[in-house]
């Protein structure tokens, strides 16, 4: 591959991961609601969707989505129904907890895997990465096969998204446990992840 595409595709990817988005306070809202663990499963559920994109749009289904544009507005309104379904979820459990506990009890780790993987396939911003900006990166002079090109920046994009929302997960997670030192607190900061999981919702709808 070119290797001077590919590095201005990394600097790119990093500079777009670093910018606050969907995916961004979707770590944060689940790592200040129930800590470490449910974090960083949260971003290998994230990265485990973007992985899926990757295959997909390697064989094809990028071309398939620019033929059926209105694809994308489904998408995007199916993953922030989604994305209220777990605020709503979230913001419930409060009332439902007579005597709440400093730190909310972590989900399964399967649960959180399923929901957050759902909730990355669902991100229209994923899907318009790979129909946008992937392509410009790729170079048909090198006599690779293009979707092995695809594949390639696609699993870079994974491989970044893992290292950098790893590192938000574990410093939001640290922030939560100094603040949900009290019962009071702690309902707090789960009120604050089910908050933030709407804003998330509606950031999801305004993506375009």
């Known amino acids: 591959m070119d290797a001077r595409l590919v590095v201005l595709f990394l600097g790119m990817d990093l ?3 670093c910018t606050p988005g969907p995916d961004m306070l979707y770590v944060m809202a689940r790592s200040l609601g129930q800590g470490r663990r449910t974090g960083l499963t949260a971003v290998a559920g994230i990265c485990s969707g973007y992985t899926v994109h990757t295959v997909l749009a ?5 071309a398939a989505l620019r033929a059926v544009p209105a694809a ?8 922030a129904a989604y994305l209220i379904f777990l605020a709503i979820k979230t913001l419930a459990s409060l009332k439902n907890s007579a005597t ?3 730190g909310a009890t972590p989900q399964p780790a399967g649960r959180v895997l399923r929901q957050s993987m759902l909730t990355a396939l669902l991100n ?5 990465l790979y129909l946008s900006l992937m392509p410009q990166f790729i170079s ?7 979707g ?6 696609g699993l870079l994009h994974v491989a970044n998204c893992a290292v950098l929302y790893g590192l938000l997960a574990l410093a939001t997670a640290r922030a939560s446990h100094a603040l949900t030192r009290t019962p009071k607190a702690a309902r707090r900061i789960s009120a604050v992840s089910g908050t933030m999981l709407l804003v998330v919702a509606a950031a999801t709808l305004g993506t375009h």
């Open 148 to 153: 092995f090109q695809l594949a390639a920046l």
């Open 58 to 62: 390697a064989a094809g289904l990028a």
């Open 140 to 146: 048909t002079e090198t006599g690779i096969p293009l």
């Open 72 to 79: 994308l507005p489904a998408m995007r309104y199916a993953g």
């Open 100 to 102: 709440p506990v400093p």
């Open 124 to 128: 229209p911003k994923g899907v318009l």
């Open 15 to 17: 500079l777009l991961i």
